[in-house]
């Protein structure tokens, strides 16, 4: 029998990072499909529903036959009611040739680092990170730069390392608060210390801010708003984590013109256009009631209280009171340092679906990200299982 021929892949697929999220997700399903009640820590996703308002609107535009293609970088109703929320919430300017609208944050990422980065490009990036950012860096032949985020300062840039890491190689800085995936988040004086290098050695932020709703103790302090360079900066942002819309795919980045021009290049030659029916849900959830996005917030609110104040009881686990997004990030390295064992440990013998904080970079290393998008009663039982396999856990 003739076997059947195979190709070499593409060079540069060996250099494509995964997420853990979704490889955990996968291991957890499986687990599931033999009859075992998993509770899922792991996706960084709301648990709540889309807003009702947000459904009708995309249900009434598929009635009114709105499917059918747009312009590459979105419906101009939505880029500029995006433009106006950003003009708003950031206090900086924007029109509508400023905004990309494409289907997730994430395309968004990858698009804006395919069309800014050259190979040898150097990337300053915080680690850990959510993965997406170094994967494509890689992927391009640039090269990701780590800058440590430490637990003893809240997970938060500290600007002398930053300084270090400038080389004249240095393209851009990727910028992320609130953090995935520490849950940490950057001062208006950190935004200024980050600014002045920006400034002083001339390079780009690319700034992912799609946790801005979900700031708890300090009002959001926004890169884009407070850092005074617009012209220097790249704001990313979406709608799946602020109105729970992480299946419908829809997230924008605002630019300087030229870049979104190359980035809505880039959405032409892949994507062609974002979904129409989710653009026009989209304009639904930017003018629409927001007491929707608040009550998600103050429920996440009390669900880190939780999480935050159990963990802390269990022997061995330190963990940081996170400022924002839905992730805690406790240090577990006193039970083991091996985090990715551990959390494989956590789902198999516990029934836990977490994820080892090295899968967002080294210095992640005996941590473990934990979502909060989940019941107060899954928490509560989580805890109760977490404390229980960690008691017994043998290195
Ligand atoms: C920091 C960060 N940026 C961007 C995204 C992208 O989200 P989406 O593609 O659903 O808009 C995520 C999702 O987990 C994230 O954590």
Redesign the pocket.
């Known amino acids: 029998m003739q076997t059947a021929p195979r190709f070499a892949l593409a060079e540069t697929m060996s250099q494509l990072g995964t997420e853990s ?1 979704f490889v955990m997700l996968a291991k957890a399903r499986a687990l599931e499909a033999l009859g075992r009640s998993i509770i899922h820590l792991e996706v ?1 996703e709301p648990d709540f529903d889309t807003p009702d308002h947000v459904k009708e609107a995309g249900i009434a535009a598929i009635r009114n036959n709105r499917t059918h293609y747009t312009p590459s970088t979105g419906i101009a109703e939505l880029r500029d009611a995006i433009a106006a929320h950003v003009t708003r919430t950031r206090g900086v300017p924007v029109t509508r040739d400023q905004v990309v609208v494409g289907p ?4 968004i ?1 990858a698009m804006t680092l395919l069309a800014m980065l050259n190979r040898g490009d150097e990337v300053v990036i915080p680690d850990p990170a ?1 993965p ?1 950012y170094r994967s494509i860096v890689t992927y391009v032949g640039a090269v990701p730069v780590s800058v440590p985020l430490q637990e003893s300062r809240g997970f938060r840039f500290d600007p002398a390392d930053l300084e270090r890491a400038v080389t004249s190689k240095t393209k851009m800085l990727v910028v ?1 608060s609130p ?2 995936p520490t849950g940490g988040i950057l001062t208006p004086a950190d935004i200024a210390a980050i600014a002045d290098i920006a400034r002083r050695h001339n390079i780009l932020v690319m700034t ?1 801010e ?2 801005n709703r979900h700031s708890y103790d300090a009002e959001f302090a926004s890169y884009y708003g407070l850092s005074g360079l617009p012209d220097q900066t790249i704001l ?1 942002d ?4 602020a109105w729970a819309m ?1 299946g419908w ?3 924008f980045g605002v630019y300087p013109k030229y870049i979104a021009d190359a980035v809505g290049a880039l959405m032409l030659n892949t994507v062609s256009c974002t979904t129409t029916f989710v653009q026009d849900a989209g304009i639904a959830a930017l003018s629409g009631d927001d007491r929707p996005v608040q009550k998600m917030r103050d429920e996440f609110l009390r669900r880190r209280a939780l999480l935050v104040e159990g963990l802390r009881k269990i022997p061995g686990v330190t963990c940081e009171m996170p400022g924002g997004a839905f992730y805690v990030f406790p240090n577990f390295s006193k039970i083991d340092t091996d985090d990715v064992k551990l959390a494989n440990h956590i789902l198999e013998e516990g029934n836990v679906a977490v994820l080892g904080g090295s899968t967002f970079g080294p210095n992640g290393k005996g941590f473990i990200r934990m979502s909060y998008a989940n019941s107060e009663e899954n928490l509560r039982e989580a805890l109760a299982r977490i404390t229980r396999v960690v008691a017994a856990y043998k290195r």
Not at 104 to 107: L, M
Not at 238 to 241: Q, W
């Open positions: 999220a960084g997730g944050g994430k395309p990422i959510y997406a992320n953090h995935n992912d799609i946790y990313i979406g709608f799946s984590k992480t795919r829809l997230g």
